[in-house]
């Protein structure tokens, strides 16, 4: 059974950059894609964007020039980098693994992000 | 930026069937298939329902899906106490090339 468990910091200050890891326990990695999604507090959830094995991504056009996601295979593990964060970033930030046959069916456990001057 | 609207709550009584609509267009729900994730107060969003109608093991079979043109729907039949929770529906989007979510529906029992 796979288990996708996440950190990073937890508060931010305006202009700074969100960083957050993933990292997959038990499956294959190289099988799927491996996606970030949001919550911003009372709301719903939005996709940021996706990465395989090899480093293919997909992002959400609207936060395109903001976000950059990596993967590490060394380590099973993979990566959300969100540039120039305002308030508005202020969410829980989950990470997912995504197959083509059930979409996103396995989350991590979810990280607050709260951006605040 | 939700792309799929959903209506904002639906309830019902312990036992009663509830309906839940997801409506989108033919990029998204007119050309690929439907997700339903339940998401408990507090907690991670949770599989339910994957390709349009098929559940996962371990979901209840009171919780059944169906697509028809740019929609969906997601039906839960003998409500429980613990179904009460957020219900999104999610799809691929062929314009935007990734995922777009429903606005989300809470679902009250009564």
């Known amino acids: 059974q796979v288990q996708l468990q996440q950190w990073g910091a937890g508060m931010l200050k305006p202009s700074e950059t969100l960083s957050l890891t993933c990292a997959v326990y038990g499956g294959s990695f190289s099988d799927y894609y491996w996606s970030w999604i949001r919550q911003p507090p009372g709301k719903g959830l939005e996709w940021i964007g996706e990465i395989n094995h090899s480093g293919k991504t997909n992002y959400n056009p609207s936060l395109k020039s903001r976000v950059t996601i990596s993967v590490d295979t060394s380590k099973n593990q993979f990566s959300l980098h969100l540039r120039s964060v305002t308030a508005a970033d202020t969410a829980v930030y989950y990470c997912a693994r995504n197959w083509v046959l059930t979409g996103l069916d396995s989350w991590g456990q979810g990280t607050l992000v709260t951006v605040s001057s | ?110």
């Not at chain 2, 930026?1 to 007119?30: E, K, M």
């Not at chain 2, 314009?95 to 809470?106: A, I, K």
Request: some cysteine.
């Open chain 2, 1 to 110: 930026q939700s792309v799929l609207t959903q209506p904002p709550s639906a309830s019902g009584t312990p036992g009663q069937r509830v309906t839940i609509s997801c409506s989108g267009s033919s990029s998204n729900i007119g050309s690929n298939t439907v997700n339903w994730y339940q998401q408990l107060p507090g907690a991670a969003p949770k599989l339910l329902i994957y390709s349009n109608n098929q559940r996962p093991s371990g979901v209840p079979d009171r919780f059944s899906g169906s697509k028809s043109g740019t929609s969906a729907s997601l039906a839960i039949s003998g409500l429980q106490s613990e179904d009460e929770a957020d219900y999104y529906c999610v799809a691929w989007d062929d314009s935007l090339n990734g995922y777009v979510f429903g606005t989300g529906t809470w679902v009250a029992v009564l």
